[in-house]
């Protein structure tokens, strides 16, 4: 699944890496960066609720190009810069992550475990 139809299904805004044409086919959630850093999975999408530079730097060392950020949280104008200059693109949504979830499962977007 594209980025746009990701953002469209979760009613989100795209910011970051907007050029990403990668598709996606699992997603992984949680708000433990440790836990993330575990992961060794190609075109994963993170769904956090967590919206500081640790996620973008978690990201960028799993080599996780897609970020859902939940509950309405926001990226702060660095956390975009960040994003932007590691090619990973940030969705916000004000769903939750189980509507989220829910919504990329019905979706055909699969757990990663």
């Known amino acids: 699944m594209t980025i746009e139809k990701i953002s469209q299904l979760i009613n989100g805004n795209i910011s970051g890496c907007t050029t990403n ?15 993330v850093l575990r992961i060794d999975t190609d075109n994963l999408i993170l769904l ?15 080599d996780i190009t897609c970020i859902i ?12 810069e960040l994003a932007a200059e590691n090619n990973i693109t940030i ?22 475990f």
């Open 91 to 112: 969705i916000e949504s004000a769903y939750s992550m189980f509507h989220i979830a829910g919504i990329l499962f019905q979706n055909n977007i699969k757990p990663l």
């Open 21 to 35: 044409r990668d598709e996606y086919k699992v997603c992984f959630a949680s708000d433990l960066m440790s836990d």
């Open 69 to 80: 950020l939940a509950r309405n949280k926001k990226a702060a104008p660095e956390m975009v």
């Open 48 to 62: 956090t609720g967590l919206s500081n530079m640790q996620s973008i730097r978690t990201a960028e060392m799993a």
